[in-house]
């Protein structure tokens, strides 16, 4: 999945083996650490890999710290609601298990596919938000982020 260019489209590269083995580890180690993380996206009817979305904290900018609910499905299972389903499970995990205030989202902004995910878990776009990401050079086509957040909901 981390291999294929369609699914690595809005990322600055596609990941080799190497890199997404290291990837995973690290995912894995975050897991240990801090008992959330990305989690492995499965079917229901015959548990083959979907994808993974999950929970993690990231890099250092005007809106953090913070914690990101992410992920990515595999290009075949696409345009079926796995990805809004998982991300919707990450969000209550975030908000009932981890108690936390708020968790934000983002993406460049010609993912019109992860943006709508975004929406219909209810987040919210202010383009005052709207940041350059920190790992990218200046003048990267992907280096614009848009920046989306949910607040916890106080009826729970």
């Known amino acids: 999945m981390n291999a294929d260019p369609r699914v690595m489209e809005y990322f600055p590269s596609t990941l080799s083996r190497a890199e997404s083995d290291a990837f995973a580890a690290r995912i894995r180690e975050h897991?240990?650490?801090?008992g959330?993380?990305?989690?492995v996206v499965e079917s229901r009817a015959d548990g083959a890999f979907l994808g993974l979305t999950g929970l993690l904290p990231r890099f250092v900018a005007h809106f953090t710290?913070?914690?990101?609910?992410?992920?990515r499905v595999a290009a075949a299972h696409w345009e079926k609601g796995y990805a809004t389903e998982a991300a919707k499970a990450a969000l209550r995990f975030g908000f009932d298990r981890l108690e936390l205030a708020e968790i934000v989202a983002y993406t460049v902004p010609q993912n019109r596919r992860s943006?709508?995910?975004m929406e219909k878990l209810g987040m919210s776009h202010s383009s005052a938000d709207?940041?350059?990401h920190p790992a990218l050079p200046e003048h990267h086509q992907l280096r614009r982020h848009v920046l989306y957040r949910i607040l916890r909901p106080t009826s729970r």
Not at 36 to 39: A, C, H, I
Not at 65 to 71: K, L, R, Y
């Open 31 to 34: 897991l240990a650490k801090h």
């Open 65 to 71: 710290p913070c914690v990101e609910v992410g992920g």
């Open 115 to 117: 943006r709508r995910v």
């Open 130 to 132: 709207d940041f350059d």
């Open 36 to 39: 959330f993380s990305f989690w």
